[in-house]
């Protein structure tokens, strides 16, 4: 899920390098924390947070398929 993850968020961004993407693993849920430049993070929120919406849309859609569930945070 994490390389999922960072994936979009390298393909979003201007400075890919400085994507960071770490990974909390719980019992049944995991918690995905997305950091980003910080010019960058209104690309990856997008407008009225649409952006960050469909990257969740997907995540859930894939961690579904693996019987678990995955929730994304975006930090400044």
């Known amino acids: 899920m994490k390389e999922l993850v960072k994936y979009m968020a390298q393909a979003l961004v201007d400075h890919p390098e400085d994507v960071d993407c770490t990974e909390v693993i719980g019992e049944q849920t995991s918690v995905i924390e997305l950091r980003v430049a910080k010019d960058d993070l209104g690309k990856v929120i997008g407008?009225?947070?649409?952006t960050a919406k469909a990257m969740?849309?997907?995540?859930s859609a894939a961690s579904s398929k693996?019987?678990?569930r995955a929730v994304?945070?975006?930090?400044?």
């Open 72 to 76: 994304l945070e975006i930090i400044e």
């Open 56 to 59: 969740r849309t997907i995540l």
């Open 66 to 68: 693996l019987h678990k």
């Open 47 to 50: 407008k009225q947070g649409k």
